[in-house]
C-alpha cells in the first residue's frame, strides 16, 4: 500500500512498515488543504493528532483502507463516517496503558509525600522534615472511572498497594477480581478517597468532571486525570481545590491544551491555570504520561501489526 504519514512518529514504525513492502511518504509542513488535495493517491494515513480527520477530509481520500492514530484516543477522528466509508480505524491504546498507569501512580506518590516540594527544598539546604510528612496509599479506597486499557492497567499495579479499588465503567458488566470491585456511581461519590479519569473523551464525557460532580462526593478527595484535558471543567476544578472539597490534584493533560497537545495556549493564561501553577497541592505535567521510550516501540509493533492485516 501507498501510506501517507501526516505526523512524525517513531522510526520502528517505518522501519516496520517499509519491511513490509509498503511505500510510505512523510508530509508533516502541508497545510490540511494541502493534504487534502492529494490524499486520493494514498491507501492509509498515519497521525497522531496534528488536526482532526473529519468528514471533508475522508471525503478526499477517496482509495483510502486505513487511518491508524499513533496513540490511544480517537477523538480527532470521526470515527463513525470513516467506518461508513469502509474504512479501518486502527490505533494501539495497548502500547501506552502501562506507561500512563505508572505516571498516574508516580503522580500520586509525589503528591502524597511532598517530593516535588521536598526536592527543591533539600537542594536549596532547607531541611523540613514535619511540614514534609507525608501520607500512605495503602488504606484508601480508589475509585477509577473506566475501565479499559489503562484503567486495567492502573488497577493491576495499585493492587500490591494494599488498597480498595472500585471501578466504575459504563459499558462493561461482570469484571470485578479479587482485586477490583465492580461499582456504580453512588458507590464511588459514597467511598471514595482518590477519584482517577480513565476515559474517552466524547460529547458525553466533555466536563463530566464539573462542580456537581466534585461535590457529590461524600469525602474530601484527591483527583487524578491522565485522559483528557477537557473531560474536566478546570474552573469548577480550581473552586473545588480552593473549598478544600479536592485535597489534591495530578493532572497530565489540561483543557487549554491545542488540538495537537504539543502546547499550552499560554497568551491569555486563563485564571485557573494561574491557580494550578502556583497550588502547592497539584502536580502538573505536560501530556506526557503515555509518552515513554517503551510505550513509543510497543505502539509502533502494535500498528504495524494491525496495517499488516488489511
Not at 104 to 119: E, K, P, S, T, V
Not at 182 to 196: A, F, G, R, T
Request: one cysteine or more.
Amino acid at each position: 500500500m501507498k501510506i501517507l504519514f501526516i505526523d512524525s512518529t517513531d522510526n520502528l514504525l517505518v522501519q516496520l512498515l517499509s519491511e513490509q513492502g509498503h511505500t510510505l511518504e512523510h508530509d508533516y509542513v502541508s497545510t490540511k488543504k494541502e493534504i487534502e488535495q492529494k490524499l486520493h493517491l494514498f491507501d492509509g494515513i498515519v497521525i497522531r493528532s496534528r488536526f482532526k480527520i473529519d468528514k471533508q477530509i475522508i471525503d478526499s481520500a477517496t482509495n483510502l483502507k486505513f487511518i491508524a492514530r499513533v496513540g490511544s484516543g480517537m477523538e480527532n477522528i470521526d470515527v463513525a463516517y470513516a467506518e461508513e466509508k469502509n474504512i479501518k480505524c486502527l490505533h494501539a491504546p495497548e502500547g501506552n496503558c502501562d506507561a500512563v498507569a505508572e505516571h498516574a501512580i508516580g503522580m500520586l506518590l509525589c503528591l502524597f509525600n511532598n517530593l516535588i516540594a521536598a526536592n527543591n527544598e533539600s537542594k536549596q539546604g532547607i531541611w523540613k522534615r514535619e511540614e514534609n510528612r507525608g501520607l500512605e496509599i495503602g488504606g484508601k479506597t480508589i475509585g477509577l472511572i473506566g475501565y479499559g486499557n489503562v484503567g486495567k492497567a492502573i488497577a493491576k499495579k495499585l493492587s500490591g498497594f494494599d488498597v480498595r479499588i472500585m471501578v466504575y465503567d459504563k459499558y462493561l458488566k461482570n469484571f470485578s477480581t479479587e482485586f477490583v470491585t465492580e461499582s456504580n456511581m453512588q458507590e464511588l461519590y459514597k467511598e471514595c478517597d482518590i477519584v482517577s479519569l480513565h476515559i474517552p473523551l466524547s460529547q458525553e464525557t466533555q466536563y463530566l468532571a464539573n462542580d456537581s460532580f466534585f461535590k457529590a462526593f461524600t469525602k474530601n478527595i484527591y483527583f487524578i486525570n491522565t485522559s483528557r484535558g477537557k473531560i474536566v471543567n478546570t474552573a469548577d476544578l480550581v473552586h473545588n481545590l480552593k473549598s478544600g472539597k479536592i485535597k489534591g490534584a495530578c493532572l497530565d493533560v489540561l483543557e487549554y491544551e491545542t488540538s495537537s497537545f504539543e502546547q499550552v495556549e499560554l497568551t491569555d493564561l486563563p485564571s485557573p491555570f494561574q491557580y494550578l501553577m502556583k497550588s502547592y497541592n497539584v502536580v502538573m505535567s505536560p501530556h506526557i504520561a503515555g509518552w515513554t521510550h517503551e510505550s513509543n516501540t510497543k505502539m509502533s509493533k502494535i500498528l504495524a501489526e494491525k496495517i499488516s492485516k488489511i
